[in-house]
């Protein structure tokens, strides 16, 4: 029997590698049946205000509203390739901790879904990876985005923005 995945969790940030995952994300959905959902969450890393001396809530409506832009983009371009069942969440606090803990069990999360990082190894070291995270630490399974569509390997920026000129 072929293991089918109910509840598929995708963080979003913008992201290419984010995209990415979304793009699959609604591939395995589909391939899922009717009843599969996709739950989209962007994080609102609050730890990240804490260090400014002039904080203002502006900033994070601002970063709110942006997310919610490109979140809405997102469920229409899913809604518009069949799956019925999709929402999001914007939530707040430590990213690694609000994908993988909080929500899977709030949700029932069966799947995540996540883009491989961009960061590197002395950033890894620095701030920590969000991916490496929530696979050490999450109690469902993850599935982290590399390739494409057609299992090409992710562009690289310089490749992206080259596509982008011509």
Known sequence: MLQTYQNILVPVDGSYEAELAFKKAVSVAKRNGENSSIHL?????????????????????????????TIEGYIKEAKESGIKNVDYSIEYGAPKVVIAKDLPQEKDIDLIMI????????????????????????????????????????????????????
């Open 41 to 69: 969450v962007h994080v609102v890393d609050t730890r990240a205000f804490q260090n400014i001396s002039s904080f203002d809530t502006a900033m994070v409506e601002e970063v709110t509203a942006t997310a919610k832009k």
């Open 115 to 166: 883009g491989a990082t961009g960061l590197n190894a002395v950033e890894r070291v620095l701030v920590g990876s969000v991916t490496e995270y929530v696979t050490r630490n999450s109690k469902c399974d993850v599935l982290v985005v590399r390739t494409d569509l057609e299992n090409k390997p992710a562009l690289s920026k310089e490749q992206r923005a080259a596509q982008e000129n011509d």
